[in-house]
């Protein structure tokens, strides 16, 4: 279960005041960077299949765009608050940092459920998401991209209606769109990929072989199914998957000890990342209800779904043999429990490191947008694969170095380059 009592934008403004106070921050660039620069909030009419007009909140906060445009996905979640979406657009500032690209942090939202909506519906929406903010996004401005229950079919919606608005092409004001319409090859795979090539890295140093891990993962979705993907072509055994069931209310955990293959897992999971559970039960996966995937007898932690799903009470429960944490998930660790996770000496690779293949594809395909060139998939995966690597390598490095937690360093090196971008700007 989430622990709920943890606000994800005081978690990310605490640990923010942590980093400034090691780095000595001066107060006027503390203060521009605890909060966003920009926000809005505004509501959408949506007319129904069935006529009757319906209004949704809609969200976009631009955290910082000192080192380049705002960039962050755009999340649809019956449960999305003005909160979740500061602390998201915060994260975004530190992940694009912490990997080194020219773009800054945002993020957007609607409190929706689109599992109860018709596509025509979906489309509605995404329009409506775009006429409320078309002013004030754009490809030198802001970017946004796919996020939890979005995907590329409501990103090419919203680019035709921007486009429609401006009344010309404008293919970089969106990344994730489909491959052919803009869209760069490998982006689907980014996120998950990204995760498993900075856990390679961890355990290269940690000095254990792939081949001989096992691993439980929370969530189904665009993520931890790429993850699930590459984990086990270098060799690893992902033994346990959980996902929220849409029909129960409740999340399940689908046990295979043996190991996982995600292809046949997909061919039951809808496009939102639920799996069917009679099918599952039928292919001779354990259902365990619940959040058993956290209390697996595993080597590696991939939480993969949504923010504080690693909770005190549940770290309790870890198995002694789980070594590392690899975050795909936004926000999944409460300051609690991190803290937990800290004195055991798990090794953790940070939300906003680990899941920052991502935002540097949506890069490469802004890139390729721009130039309206597209890369072999090869070529954006071996970018994609340097650059993490990259990243991870000089967190470890200064982990090390500073004998820092890898969080801590992680956001040593992302809230000092925003805090230089800021200053030599001359904004505080
Ligand atoms: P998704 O909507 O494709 O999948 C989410 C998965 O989480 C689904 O399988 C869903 O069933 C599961 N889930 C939701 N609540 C759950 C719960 N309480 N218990 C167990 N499972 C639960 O989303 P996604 O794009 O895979 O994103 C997952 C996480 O990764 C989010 O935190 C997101 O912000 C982050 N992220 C995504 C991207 C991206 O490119 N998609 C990039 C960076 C970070």
Partial sequence: MSDNRYNPYETAQAQ?????????LESGIRELLRRPLREY???IPVRMDNGEVKVFQGFRVQHNDARGP?????RFHPEETADTVRAL??????????????LGGGKGGVICDPRSLTDREQERLCRGWIRQISKDIGPNRDVPAPDVMT????MLWMLDEFETINGERLPGVITGKPVGMGGSLGRKEATGFGVIYTLREALKELNLKPENMTASIQGFGNVAQHAVQLFRELGGTVSA??????????????????????????????PYGGIDKEKAADMNYQVLPGDEWINQDVDILIPAALENQITASNMQNISKRVKVIAEGANGPTTPAADKIISEKGIFVIPDFLANAGGVTCSYFEQVQSNMNYFWEKEEVLEKLDTKMTSAYKAVSGLDRKRKLYMRDAAYVIAIN????????????
């Fill in 417 to 428: 380059r925003v805090a230089e971008a800021v200053s030599a700007r001359g904004w505080a």
């Fill in 151 to 154: 995907s590329a079919k409501h």
């Fill in 241 to 270: 998957i959980s996902c929220w069931d849409h029909k129960d209310c409740n999340s399940c955990t689908y046990v295979k000890k043996d190991g996982i293959n995600p292809k046949e897992l997909c061919e039951i999971t809808d």
């Fill in 41 to 43: 909030h505004f509501t």
């Fill in 16 to 24: 923010f005041d942590v980093i400034a106070g090691m780095l000595e």
């Fill in 89 to 102: 657009a915060m994260w975004m500032t530190w992940k694009c940092s912490v990997v080194d690209i020219p």
């Fill in 70 to 74: 705002a960039k962050g996905g755009i």
